[in-house]
């Protein structure tokens, strides 16, 4: 007849066995889980890179008619997989390949022309290295003694400033596109973003000169003899639109509040 002790050891090892399985199942409910939520990720990114394709005219293709219904169907069985209790990852994961695979073939049967305009914006890469090589150009043109662009100052604004607002926002244009592209986000709508450029720089790029100018005569009552600096700075103002906007608008502050205080002084009140 087995002892209490021998009992107690059988009933410790049985508890252990069981608490070992228990761990195992919520280890294993755990890692499907995590399983889930990476396909889910997945489903998300793939459904929103759908949707830019649909946007640049991929299943328009005479070749690729119904392949967005199918599309859906893959996606929409695979979300189903996944929202059972517990998620069947295994075949959400399969339908989700499914997807994957129709949208690579769709591509692939769009042929080279649509992959290069439409994912990745090779005109536009074009475009963008044209008009900086003509900025360069005109850049060095402009440091000859006997440069024919002297005589083209026709504002009170360097043309130079203009010239590197230009530079700036085609280097953000071209760091936008490498973004993009890399990302598969790339979108043809977004053509007049992007003949926009040059000209929305130049105009920051003199803005921020100016507004630079203003700050040097107010403070030290002379013009600007260095212009490196101010350049490099019209140059940042085209890259970076949201950063110049920012700083025009806090010059815009410093007006108003010189016009107030000159309002104020000026008053009968003030002068009592």
């Known amino acids: 007849m087995p002892s209490k002790q021998a009992k107690g050891g059988s009933l410790k090892r049985t508890k252990a066995a069981k608490n070992r399985k228990q761990q195992a199942k919520d280890s294993k409910g755990a890692t499907d889980d995590d399983e889930a ?3 889910r990720d997945f489903l998300e990114s793939l459904d929103q890179r759908v949707n830019i394709a649909s946007e640049n005219g991929l299943f328009t293709k005479r070749q690729n008619k119904g392949t967005f219904d199918l599309l859906q169907k893959h996606m929409a069985k695979s979300d189903t997989y996944l929202k059972r209790s517990p998620p069947n990852t295994v075949s959400a994961n399969t339908e989700f390949n499914k997807a994957y695979d129709v949208l690579n073939e769709a591509k692939e049967k769009a042929g080279l022309r649509w992959r290069l305009q439409c994912e990745y914006g090779f005109p536009y890469v074009v475009y963008l290295f044209a008009i900086l090589a003509i900025l360069v150009a005109l850049v060095w043109v402009d440091t000859l003694p006997n440069s024919p662009l002297l005589k083209l100052n026709i504002v009170p604004v360097p043309k130079r400033a203009f010239m590197w607002g230009m530079i700036g926002s085609v280097l953000q244009g ?3 596109l490498w973004r993009h592209v890399s990302q598969r986000q790339f979108r043809r709508g977004w ?4 003949l926009a450029l040059p000209l929305i720089g130049a105009i920051l790029g003199a803005l921020m000169y100016m507004a630079i100018q203003f700050g040097v005569v107010a403070t030290t009552q002379s013009g600007i003899r260095n212009d490196t600096v ?3 700075l019209a140059a940042l103002a085209g ?4 950063w110049s906007v920012g700083i025009l608008e806090n010059v815009e502050k410093l007006f108003k509040a010189g016009t107030e205080s000159t309002e104020s002084t000026s008053t009968p009140q003030s002068q009592q």
């Open 37 to 39: 939520q990476q396909i």
């Open 174 to 176: 071209l760091y936008a």
């Open 191 to 194: 053509i007049i973003w992007y």
């Open 230 to 232: 101010p350049l490099l």
């Open 239 to 242: 890259f970076s639109w949201k």
